[in-house]
């Protein structure tokens, strides 16, 4: 007999239908969620940086309803807040509700940032803009660097004993589930507390 017969109708490719279909729906949902992160990383800073220019008495009886140490405070237990619901995220299988917390805790620290002008040289920028109520933008500023430094100082050790702690050491233990949890809390407090008792939050002197 000859060669087989073709269904005209059945394509050659190896690749399935729903195979391409897969496809182009995770680049979808990549494309999509690219985008939402710099919604949601740029519209709630630009608003609060814009306030912070153009209703600047508006902040500033905004920042002054809570002491430059409740602001530092507040600015780092978002920030920690933000990387618990990052984890949560990556360790439950119900992802909604934690990537909604972590979107709309996201969105809030950013407009915060934006309000607090927070930069490189946001000290100098703070004064320029509010005065002698600066200090509270900037506690917040310092609250707000401090999560990051804390989740910092935690990833560079989670990276070297996932390297180098032997599986029965007691190092290891840190690595696993509720453990690594606690520890990374343990790193943030810490970090807090430095940051508090040695004089980096401005003192209330208005």
């Known amino acids: 007999m000859g060669s087989e017969e073709r269904d005209p109708g059945v394509s050659s490719d190896p690749v399935s239908l729903p195979e391409k279909g897969s496809g182009r729906h995770t680049k979808l949902k990549v494309i999509s969620t690219i985008v939402l992160l710099l919604a ?3 519209a709630p800073y630009w608003i609060g940086r814009r306030m912070a220019i153009m209703r600047t008495g508006i902040l500033i009886k905004f920042f002054t309803r809570i002491s430059p140490m409740g602001w530092a405070l507040l600015g780092w237990l978002v920030v920690t807040l933000i990387f618990i619901c990052m984890g949560g995220a990556l360790v439950f299988r119900k992802k909604a509700w934690w990537l909604i917390s972590d979107l709309i805790l996201y969105c809030g620290v950013q407009f915060l940032s934006g309000s607090s002008l927070l930069k490189s040289n946001f000290w100098y920028a703070t004064y320029v803009v509010y005065k002698r109520y600066s200090l509270f933008p900037n506690a917040l500023n310092v609250g707000i660097i401090t ?11 989670f990276m070297v004993l996932l390297i180098f702690a032997k599986k029965s050491s007691r190092f290891s233990l840190l690595l696993k589930g509720w453990s690594a949890c606690a520890f990374f809390l343990v790193c943030e407090f810490i970090l807090i507390c430095l940051v508090v008792l040695f004089g980096f939050v401005p003192p209330t002197n208005i």
């Open 40 to 42: 949601a990383t740029i």
């Open 147 to 157: 999560g990051v430094l804390g989740m910092f100082v935690f990833a560079v050790v």
